[in-house]
């Protein structure tokens, strides 16, 4: 059974600082991994996407990389603002046929301090 | 575009009443989701739809949740009756289908459901 944790669930840095977030997962075998965004009382929004032949993506001061024989993903925010502030969730697709299921860590609450 | 409309946005009921949810997903996407979020945990999917066939209901507890997407488009979630276990974020998805390589699922707002 897959799972996925994320570490550490809650991380709070002054403005300017660069982070790191973790995602693990515990079964290889996936088709692809995103990362979310999740504002108080919105929806997910998502925020790259890696293919599992891939390594990483970047979109802007967000970098995902995505190491499949290890179980791991991170999330590298640079230059974070306080507008970065939310929670963070990975979750990964296990396969590519019909059933497009994404199974969800806990998720990393990050507020960035002004 | 328009994104993926839930309502209500939030509700309150009482144990043992029933309560039903509405999702509109974006336009021309075959596939939608259901959700279960609890507090502090991830979402969890309910029941995965393509088109108005049902792709997946692994975890979708049978014997008081239901759903239907009926004409493709829209569709509800229904609870009855309600446990206090249901209090949760109930999120809609949607994509454009499952078998791209690239398939990104577009969230609604959700609706905070509160049982008391």
């Known amino acids: 059974k897959q799972e996925v944790t994320q570490i550490p669930a809650a991380l709070s840095v002054p403005e300017g600082e660069n982070l790191v977030l973790n995602c693990s997962f515990t079964?290889?075998?996936?088709?692809?991994l995103q990362w979310f965004r999740q504002d108080p009382g919105k929806g997910l929004t998502s925020l790259l996407l890696i293919q599992s032949s891939q390594r990483e993506q970047t979109s802007g001061r967000l970098n995902a990389s995505l190491d499949k024989s290890s179980g791991r993903s991170t999330l590298y925010i640079a230059a974070s603002q306080p507008g970065d502030s939310a929670t963070y969730l990975c979750a990964v697709r296990l396969n590519g046929g019909a059933t497009n299921k994404l199974i969800f860590g806990t998720g990393t609450l990050l507020a960035v301090q002004p | 575009e328009a994104g993926v409309a839930q309502s209500p946005r939030y509700k309150i009921i009482e144990k043992r009443q029933s309560v039903a949810f509405w999702c509109n997903p974006i336009s021309g996407h075959a596939t939608l989701y259901w959700y279960q979020q609890i507090l502090g945990q991830g979402p969890k999917l309910l029941i995965q739809f393509q088109n108005n066939g049902v792709v997946d209901d692994s975890q979708l507890p049978k014997d008081r949740f239901s759903a239907e997407r009926l004409k493709g488009v829209d569709s509800t979630l229904k609870i009855q009756p309600a446990k206090l276990e249901d209090s949760a974020v109930y999120l809609c998805?949607?994509?454009?289908?499952?078998?791209?390589?690239?398939?990104?699922?577009?969230f609604g707002p959700g609706t905070r459901l509160t049982v008391l």
């Open positions: 998805a949607s994509s454009l289908e499952p078998f791209t390589s690239y398939n990104e699922q577009f």
């Open positions: 079964d290889s075998a996936i088709y692809n």
